[in-house]
């Protein structure tokens, strides 16, 4: 089955340490995307990538950063600057954006929270 | 920045009976709108979606009514069901083709 797969489910992050979270895509896509969930706020975008080694600041990318070496691969450094990285960070893609009204495809989400 | 507003932020119904929630965005340039429906622990999956070039949409018991003048769009769950308790999200597409998501509300269909 074709879908996207974010490792791991849950993660700990201790002061000064940087993680990196895990995005993978057999769909073909050709864009991916962070974003930032918490509770009762909507999606905020962090990074997104159209194509493979491109990538674009979204909304809220400070203490963020990402790679696109591979069309399947989006990984997320969460690193030591992002004072308040507890949230449920979700990875997406799609066709390519301008081709028309392309749905977003979403993974099940990491949690991260602080130690 | 700009932003979509969403209401309300939860939402109580009887099995059977109809929800709405309601969206309102800000630029005119917004040219898509889908309705994201979440689960605990899941990520959002695309519900719905439409163009502001129609007025309405129906696909089941999901309808999306759109009014462009107003700058507002709801969704309208007809027959609730149990199944259909969830957290609700709606977007709008800007010109650099990203979408700008509204708070969510959070559904609950009461048996």
């Known amino acids: 089955d074709g879908g996207i797969t974010q490792s791991p489910k849950y993660l700990f992050r201790k002061e000064g340490q940087n993680v990196t979270l895990s995005c993978e895509q057999n769909?073909?896509?050709?864009?991916m995307y962070w974003y930032r969930q918490d509770p009762g706020q909507g999606l905020r975008l962090i990074y997104y990538?159209?194509?493979?080694?491109?990538?674009q600041k979204g909304d809220i990318a400070e203490g963020y950063s990402v790679s696109r070496e591979k069309k399947e691969s989006f990984p997320l450094t969460v690193t030591s600057a992002q004072k308040n990285p507890t949230a449920f960070y979700l990875c997406a893609s799609s066709m390519e954006a301008r081709r028309g009204n392309q749905p977003q495809h979403f993974g099940d989400g990491t949690r991260l929270s602080i130690l | 920045q700009q932003q979509v507003k969403q209401s309300p932020q939860s939402l109580i119904v009887q099995k059977g009976g109809i929800s709405i929630i309601n969206c309102a965005y800000e630029?005119?340039?917004?040219?898509?709108f889908p309705w994201y429906q979440q689960f605990p622990g899941k990520g959002p999956a695309l519900l719905i979606a439409?163009?502001?070039d129609v007025s309405e949409k129906k696909e089941g018991r999901f309808t999306i009514s759109f009014n462009k003048s107003a700058k507002q769009f709801s969704l309208h769950i007809m027959d609730s069901q149990p199944g259909d308790s969830a957290t609700y999200f709606c977007?709008?597409?800007?010109?650099?083709?990203?979408?700008?998501w509204g708070a969510g509300t959070k559904l609950i269909i009461k048996p």
């Open positions: 990538s159209q194509i493979v080694n491109d990538f």
């Open positions: 439409i163009r502001p």
């Open positions: 769909l073909n896509h050709d864009a």
């Open positions: 977007a709008s597409r800007g010109s650099n083709y990203q979408l700008i």
């Open positions: 630029n005119t340039a917004f040219d898509y």
